[in-house]
């Protein structure tokens, strides 16, 4: 399991910030990939993500990364956020479970929608109520880490380059000092 998460979250985000794109984009769009991915929405998170990276210039592969692994996430908050929006408009309970609303959906889509939009809607306003300050809270936690993350990439690249340069300007200053001047002994 840990090697799928490496290879599926950790090494794409890393090769991102090798390619240049700032640690700070780079965590904003994982803010923003962790709270719009958890929407109460099924099968809405795509386009909410792709609509966030061009409203705010966020950097597509890292938004749906997130999105694609926060999708587990997204199922185990549907039912507190019918429930939070249920009592922020004084309704009575829902009689479903999630295995019932996913099982709608999965029977008749549109049945669904007819049987919960309100409940959904009331869902989307709970979920609206605390995605912001998710998003900041995100954002600022991220921010740092992904800083550190880049600038020990940034040290091994520096690491790197001066060992690839280093052995051709020993073997110039060996020449240089060789009592011949030949670099032969």
Request: proline content about 8%; overall charge positive; some cysteine.
């Amino acid at each position: 399991m840990r090697g799928f998460f490496q290879r599926r979250l950790v090494q794409p985000l890393l090769q991102l910030l090798r390619m240049g794109i700032t640690p700070e984009k780079i965590a904003l769009s994982l803010s923003f990939g962790l709270v719009l991915g958890t929407f109460p929405v099924l099968g809405s998170t795509t386009i909410l993500c792709t609509l966030a990276v061009f409203l705010f210039g966020l950097n597509f592969p890292a938004i749906q990364i997130v999105n694609y692994f926060v999708y587990p996430l997204q199922l185990a908050l549907l039912v507190p956020l019918l429930r939070a929006g249920r009592i922020l408009f004084h309704e009575p309970p829902l009689p479903f479970k999630l295995a019932d609303i996913l099982a709608m959906i999965r029977v008749s889509p549109g049945a669904a929608i007819r049987v919960l939009w309100v409940a959904t809607l009331h869902a989307i306003v709970a979920w609206l109520i605390v995605a912001v300050p998710v998003i900041l809270l995100l954002n600022a936690v991220l921010r740092p880490t992904m800083r550190r993350v880049a600038s020990g990439l940034g040290a091994l690249k520096r690491s790197a380059t001066e060992q690839a340069e280093g052995a051709p300007a020993e073997a110039t200053s060996a020449t240089a000092t060789s009592p011949n001047g030949t670099g032969k002994p």
